[in-house]
């Protein structure tokens, strides 16, 4: 399993304030780019997986609307999370 009970905590105290603040936006924003890297690296090697190709898709954009309300809610919330993140060039 890719994503231990551990490991999503670790991911949500460092990005969401603490391990139990699994509803903060960069929380969120920061498991989903763990997801997307996950599952890039999967389709670089499966490349007819249609399936997980599709899930990819949905996720990028529940990423996107994500950061999207961070942006038009707190300007300086998001550009930390972009760059902590290396989401943007």
């Given at each position: 399993?890719?994503?231990?009970?551990?490991?999503?905590?670790?991911?949500?105290?460092?990005?969401?304030?603490?391990?139990?603040?699994?509803?903060?936006?960069?929380?969120?924003?920061?498991?989903?780019?763990?997801?997307?890297?996950?599952?890039?690296?999967?389709?670089?090697?499966?490349?007819?997986?249609?399936?997980?190709?599709?899930?990819?898709?949905?996720?990028?954009?529940?990423?996107?609307?994500?950061?999207?309300?961070?942006?038009?809610?707190?300007?300086?919330?998001?550009?930390?999370i972009i760059k902590v993140l290396g989401i943007?060039?």
């Open positions: 399993m890719y994503l231990s009970k551990e490991k999503k905590a670790e991911i949500f105290a460092q990005h969401g304030g603490a391990a139990a603040n699994t509803g903060s936006a960069e929380g969120q924003i920061a498991l989903f780019t763990y997801r997307i890297t996950h599952l890039t690296e999967h389709l670089k090697k499966n490349r007819k997986d249609y399936n997980t190709e599709r899930s990819l898709v949905l996720l990028v954009g529940k990423r996107r609307r994500l950061l999207d309300y961070l942006k038009n809610t707190e300007i300086n919330r998001y550009r930390e943007r060039k």
